[in-house]
């Protein structure tokens, strides 16, 4: 079951009471000596949004979504997490990881490669013996493989996202949830 160390209030997410106790966390909390904690707010932000596969960033490629989640919520692109936070980006993915979840990160890598490499095959590259290097009937058996990878890459997501969705449906105690909490 996956972790709830974010809650999602107003669009934005929060940590939790329960995980601000966690010594990383807390120790980004108490770096933090802004009035209404907004330095913590926004690297946990980033955290959530660079690592969580339930945010809304988290179909984009990695150096992609990086890149755009340090300009939008720590409002520089060329933002660097320092050891504090590489800790505590490294103690999310324990916490997050799960079975499912490092299946479809590694299947997803694996696609963001391939999609690469047809972004980038250069038909027209020879060997020193004047051999073609990449054959246009190699890349065109691979593209069609890539359409049952990819089917089998959408079965996974589905089954992670139905066990995210479990998880956000067990409440802590399973206590009957009261109106302003559906």
């Not at 966690?22 to 926004?42: G, L, M, V």
């Not at 590259?125 to 990819?150: F, I, P, S, W």
């Not at 089998?152 to 969705?165: D, F, I, N, P």
Request: charged share 30%.
């Amino acid at each position: 079951m996956l972790s709830n160390i974010f809650e999602i209030r107003d669009e934005t997410p929060v940590i939790t009471t329960e995980s601000i106790n966690i010594p990383i966390f807390k120790k980004i909390w108490e770096r933090d000596k802004t009035k209404n904690k907004t330095k913590a707010a926004q690297i946990y932000a980033y955290i959530y949004h660079c690592y969580d596969p339930r945010s809304v960033y988290s179909n984009l490629q990695r150096d992609v979504r990086l890149d755009i989640v340090a300009e939008e919520y720590m409002g520089d692109v060329n933002y660097k997490p320092d050891e504090l936070v590489l800790n505590a980006i490294e103690k999310y993915k324990q916490l997050i990881s799960t079975p499912e979840i490092r299946a479809m990160q590694a299947a997803t890598i694996m696609v963001d490669k391939l999609s690469n490499f047809f972004r980038t095959v250069d038909f027209s590259e020879k060997d020193d013996k004047g051999q073609y290097v990449n054959k246009t009937t190699d890349a065109v058996r691979n593209l069609k493989d890539l359409g049952n990878v990819m089917k089998s890459l959408e079965e996974l997501r589905k089954q992670v996202e139905k066990g995210l969705a479990q998880s956000k449906s067990n409440n802590r105690g399973n206590q009957e949830l009261n109106m302003f909490d559906k």
